[in-house]
């Protein structure tokens, strides 16, 4: 084992141990010790059909913190990084959501140079601000150094407050990690700013946007009227699994759900902080019932043929433009077959079969997915894992 395995091996142990430590499940000691001998945490001894036979089909916690973080190798930081991935993705540009610039320390340094340029001009004419006091000293030509990618000026609370009065809503993300978390949803409010609902003064928004370490200003990806309709409260996203056969030379999708959120997963569509996951039949684009997943120290997952705060149906209900979305993401997954392992987070756009797609992750989590069924039933799928060394 090089110096590598053995790093990711131990941050994966460590991930293990402290979602178990936090964990809201406590089942007998007895039935504890047989999950921990299986490699499964606590927590999804309340999500899965557990017993001595289906075990062998799941993947376990162990295999999930561990063993799937290193099957895109070195490349995983192309996923891991969001910023790197934008890049990653430039050649789907219609798939992908405008990155304005990264704040950090502070300073605003610009990604998507044109987008930024476009919203910050006067008669052709680019307005910049001072280094010193983030006010407006001048003008200079649009095709000068402002205008560059990489930019950087300082009073990087002064740049987003201004994309925000253009814009109305921003999503602020950490350029790390994954889950939903340090995701920041920000909008503009006549008494204010609201942050993930919170409201805040201007002192206090620019405050927070000021002590931001290397995050992400992106634009608030608008969702389609479908995804929209099953919860209006959330972004409600698609969530794909897909696997690139070495055998076959080409990705196939191991799985897929909608996410969809609920008034307590707001305002993001988590399924680990209440929201739904419902199944989509690769081939046709249908939803089955959302699964909930069990309130705090609670033992069973609840399932929603309609959806359980608005009665909005769920079940038997078809994605618009599904054949062209499941082939794009296939396409893109194909492009990028140096990384065999993706979780892709895809929000509908239109009825069109247009998406943006919001992330992607180079070890997503399992269990909103396996909540439907464990994903070593399949035999392609587990013939992918195995060659991986996952299981």
Avoid at 8 to 34: C, F, I, K, N
Avoid at 49 to 65: G, H, K, M, P, T
Avoid at 114 to 131: N, P, Y
Wanted: aromatic share 8%.
């Amino acid at each position: 084992m090089n110096v590598r395995t053995l790093y990711h091996t131990a941050r994966g142990l460590q991930g293990l141990a402290g979602t178990e430590y936090e964990s809201d499940v406590s089942p007998p000691l007895r039935r504890r010790l047989w999950l921990w001998r299986r490699g499964f945490l606590s927590r999804s001894d309340a999500i899965y059909d557990l017993d001595e036979e289906s075990a062998q089909d799941y993947v376990n916690d162990y295999q999930r913190f561990v063993r799937t973080k290193r099957i895109n190798g070195t490349w995983s930081v192309a996923l891991s990084n969001k910023l790197l991935f934008h890049r990653v993705m430039q050649p789907f540009d219609e798939q992908r959501m405008t990155v304005y610039g990264m704040v950090t320390d502070g300073s605003f340094h610009s990604v998507d140079a044109m987008a930024e340029q476009s919203e910050l001009t006067d008669g052709g004419r680019v307005v910049a601000e001072s280094a010193g006091d983030g006010g407006v000293t001048g003008k200079s030509d649009a095709g000068d150094e402002f205008s560059r990618a990489g930019d950087r000026t300082h009073n990087a609370a002064q740049r987003v407050v201004e994309r925000l009065e253009t814009e109305g809503e921003l999503v602020l993300k950490w350029v790390h990690g994954g889950g939903g978390n340090n995701v920041l949803l920000c909008s503009r409010s006549s008494d204010g700013y609201r942050v993930n609902g919170e409201h805040h003064t201007e002192t206090e928004f620019r405050s927070l946007v000021a002590n931001l370490d290397e995050y992400l200003v992106c634009e608030y990806v608008e969702q389609g009227d479908f995804p929209a309709e099953l919860y209006p409260e959330t972004p409600n996203t698609l969530r794909f699994i897909t696997m690139y056969d070495e055998a076959d030379h080409e990705p196939f999708i191991a799985a897929v759900i909608h996410r969809i959120g609920t008034s307590d997963s707001e305002p993001l569509d988590n399924f680990t902080q209440g929201g739904l996951s419902a199944a989509i039949d690769p081939e046709t684009g249908e939803l089955g019932a959302g699964a909930r997943p069990p309130a705090h120290g609670g033992r069973r997952v609840s399932w929603h043929e309609t959806h359980p705060d608005t009665g909005t149906q769920i079940e038997g209900r078809q994605v618009p433009g599904w054949q062209q979305i499941r082939d794009s993401v296939l396409e893109m997954a194909s492009t990028a077959s140096f990384l065999p392992y993706i979780g892709w987070d895809v929000i509908v756009t239109d009825d069109d079969g247009s998406f943006s797609v919001i992330e992607a992750n180079s070890y997503p989590g399992l269990k909103s997915i396996q909540v439907h069924g464990p994903l070593l039933a399949d035999d392609r799928v587990r013939r992918f894992y195995e060659r991986h060394d996952v299981c």
